[in-house]
Structure formats: C-alpha cells, structure tokens
T-cell receptor, first 113, second 114 residues
Framework: DQQVKQNSPSLSVQEGRISILNCDYTNSMFDYFLWYKKYPAEGPTFLIS?????DKNEDGRFTVFLNKSAKHLSLHIVPSQPGDSAVYFCAASAQGGSEKLVFGKGMKLTVNP | KAGVTQTPRYLIKTRGQQVTLSCSPI?????VSWYQQTPGQGLQFLFE???????NKGNFPGRFSGRQFSNSRSEMNVSTLELGDSALYLC?????????????FGSGTQLSVL
C-alpha cells in the first residue's frame, strides 16, 4: 500500500515558469513532510520540509504547501531553471520525524531553456 | 565535512551469490538508514541502525540484513541474490533520532544481478 503518492511520473515546464509538483498521502499520522531532489548517479539531497503545524514553508525559489484536510502537499518552484531538472521525491514521517521516512515514487521534472 | 560515502559504486553479481555493501556516515552522525531504489518504485526503506542497534526495519525478506559498527559505519548484506534485487542501494545518515532530522544520502551502490 503506497502511503505517499506522486501520481504524475513526469512534468515538463519552460524556464522562468512555475513548476508545481504534487504529493498525496494516506496516513493521517504523518506530521512531517520533506522534498528531496535527485540527479542521476547521485543520492537524493534535501530540499525543503514542513511540519504539520504549518501550511506553508518558503525557501528562496521553493515553497511547500500543506493541506492537511486533503492530505495533500505541493512543491512550487518559481522561477524554474534548467538546473532544477531532476527527480523529486516527496517523503513523510510520523511522530515528529522520529519514525522512518516513507518516500513517494518520485517525479521527473524537466525544465526546458 | 565529508559526506556519506558508499562503496563500491557499482557491483555486478550473479543469482545465488551474496553481496556486502558499505556505508560511512557523516562524522558525528550515529543513525544510518538503508533504502532500495528501483525504477518506478521510489525509495523503499530497508532498515535503520542507531548506536549499533537496529531501530526500524522495512518489509524486506530475511535475505537482507545489516549491521552497524561502533564507529557508526554500516554494512548491508544480501544473500542468495535474485534478479529482482538489481537496484540502487542508498545509505543515509542523520545526527539524531527522535527529531525532525533530515537524512543525508550517499551516492549509492548500483547493484546488477545477472
């Protein structure tokens, strides 16, 4: 049973435009959410996180929105840059992050120049 | 500060063999987790070690095992390899357990089982 779902396997956007990556979860015990970015032949790198006590967290061009009632979070990248082209993983954990992270299957973002 | 180091980067084995993968966490990090990444399946949690004790375990068969040493370095072993074990195996470390501590990943070991 996939507890963290990234239903779209890929997304293609033009440079300068907004990229919106979506993630849904089923476990209501999840209270900490993260996004990781992964380039080929490299391990995932932490991008941004959000706790369930907040509904928005911003870090430069990256903003994560959390809708607890819908069990949905999204990552906005504005403006998108070609260097953002990578696979993005959504992850979640319970009990304030003390439980293991559960990852989605990932979404490949391509930003075209 | 050096990042998480995994060795080897690439490995080719045949069915039935066993394999040992190694992970050196970031200095000072005591928690080490292992994940398996396969195309279309994302990252699936294998197990987590903290202070030489397995703290969490994912839904993998007993052929997958691990251990952690007193210097926090960790090894993962897969016995009786199957074709489906072909994957990227990622190790991640974190400084603390029980907090919202993000994971730092190594570059992984790409295992191919022929």
């Amino acid at each position: 049973d996939q507890q963290v779902k990234q239903n779209s396997p890929s997304l293609s956007v033009q440079e300068g435009r907004i990229s919106i990556l979506n993630c849904d979860y089923t476990n209501s015990m999840f209270d900490y959410f993260l996004w990781y970015k992964k380039y080929p032949a490299e391990g995932p790198t932490f991008l941004i996180s959000i706790s369930s006590i907040k509904d928005k967290n911003e870090d430069g061009r990256f903003t994560v929105f959390l809708n607890k009632s819908a069990k949905h979070l999204s990552l906005h990248i504005v403006p998108s840059q070609p260097g953002d082209s990578a696979v993005y993983f959504c992850a979640a954990s319970a009990q304030g992050g003390s439980e293991k992270l559960v990852f989605g299957k990932g979404m490949k973002l391509t930003v075209n120049p | 500060k050096a990042g998480v180091t995994q060795t080897p980067r690439y490995l080719i084995k045949t069915r039935g063999q066993q394999v040992t993968l190694s992970c050196s966490p970031i200095s000072g990090h005591r928690s080490v987790s292992w994940y398996q990444q396969t195309p279309g399946q994302g990252l699936q949690f294998l197990f987590e070690y903290f202070s030489e004790t397995q703290r969490n375990k994912g839904n993998f068969p007993g052929r997958f095992s691990g251990r952690q040493f007193s210097n926090s370095r960790s090894e993962m072993n897969v016995s009786t390899l199957e074709l489906g074990d072909s994957a990227l195996y990622l190790c991640a470390s974190s400084a603390l357990v029980g907090t919202n501590e993000k994971l730092f990943f190594g570059s992984g070991t790409q295992l191919s089982v022929l």
